[in-house]
Structure formats: structure tokens, C-alpha cells
């Protein structure tokens, strides 16, 4: 796929744009690259740049798939409330936090302004943070499930979005798409 490109558009230096998304096997782009060479279409420096294009594909494609945390910030939290509508009332009266979502036969109620900031859970002990949630971007279960247990941590499926893990003290952390 890639030689007859090339060759259609009678390229003779390769560009990172004519490799990457391709589906092309590494193999035959190798291949290709050394036959050229070999035959004296490509230049020595034409082959080192092609061989270097595409290490640097595959760490780039590489590091796409990995979790970053840089970027990360507070998602939400979740606290349990014994009474929703008193709590509801407080968040909307003291921020201006509108309802963004609910899930009534789950017992919660989302505010926020344009996103979550604050998940309210019908349960006991009130007063108890459930949860709270780090936003990444590019998240992705697998990636987060590897991620974490490279570290040492045990990800759990959480009862909604993300991956779940417990901090020293048995804090539950969430982490999910930003």
C-alpha cells in the first residue's frame, strides 16, 4: 500500500504523513526502505530518515495510548446527604450550581454549572465523601487499568464512568474521562 503510493506519487524522500494511519505492517515499510536502498533509489540519508520517521510513529503512537496526568484536574466529588433536597437547595442558593443530571432510582442528583462539580448520593453516614473524581484527558479504561496496576493499585469497575482505586487511607478515587 505504502510503495505504491509512493512510487504513484513518485516520491523519493518519505514524509511521516505518507507512513502514519496507514495499517501498513512495519515489516514491509522496512523492507521496502532497505530494497530501495539497496537498488540505489533512496540515499543513505533518505533511509536513515525514514527508519527514523518511523521509530518516531510508533513512540508517538505509543504515547498516545498512555495516560497522562499532567493534564489532569478535579472532576467531582461525591458526598452522601441525608436530606437531598436540603443539600440541593444549599448548593444552588451558596454557588448558583444548577442540576446538571439525576439518576432517581439510584439516588443522586448532579450540579454543577455546565459540568459536574458536586454528586449527591442518598446514603449513610451523611456527610461522607463517597468519592472524588480525577479528570485526565485520552482516558481509556484499558490504558487507566494499566496504568494503575503498573503502580501497584487494583482498579475496580466503579458503579458508573471510570475506574476506581483506594488510596492509603480507603479513600475512594475515581478516575475518569476529563
Given at each position: 500500500m505504502l510503495q505504491s503510493e509512493l512510487q504513484s506519487r513518485n516520491c523519493r524522500n518519505f514524509c511521516l504523513s505518507c507512513i502514519q494511519g496507514k495499517g501498513v505492517a512495519l515489516e514491509s515499510i522496512i523492507s521496502d526502505l532497505v530494497t530501495r536502498f539497496e537498488k540505489g533509489s533512496l540515499s543513505r540519508r533518505e533511509l536513515v530518515s525514514g527508519l527514523a520517521m518511523l521509530a518516531a510513529s510508533g513512540t508517538a503512537s505509543a504515547a498516545q495510548e498512555d495516560i497522562d496526568f499532567k493534564?489532569?484536574?478535579i472532576d467531582h466529588v461525591s458526598i452522601h446527604v441525608a436530606e437531598m433536597q436540603r443539600f440541593v437547595d444549599?448548593?444552588?442558593k451558596m454557588f448558583g450550581f444548577s442540576v446538571v443530571s439525576q439518576d432517581q432510582p439510584g439516588g443522586i442528583i448532579r450540579l454543577g454549572n455546565t459540568k459536574v462539580l458536586v454528586s449527591l448520593n442518598r446514603g449513610s453516614?451523611?456527610?461522607?465523601?463517597d468519592h472524588f473524581a480525577i479528570g485526565i484527558p485520552r482516558f481509556s479504561r484499558e490504558s487507566a487499568a494499566r496504568y494503575l496496576t503498573q503502580r501497584g493499585a487494583t482498579p475496580l469497575e466503579g458503579d458508573y464512568a471510570g475506574l476506581h482505586i483506594k488510596d492509603p487511607d480507603?479513600?475512594?478515587v475515581q478516575i475518569?474521562?476529563?
Open positions: 493534564g489532569a484536574d444549599f448548593y444552588q453516614p451523611a456527610g461522607l465523601v480507603g479513600i475512594n475518569s474521562q476529563r
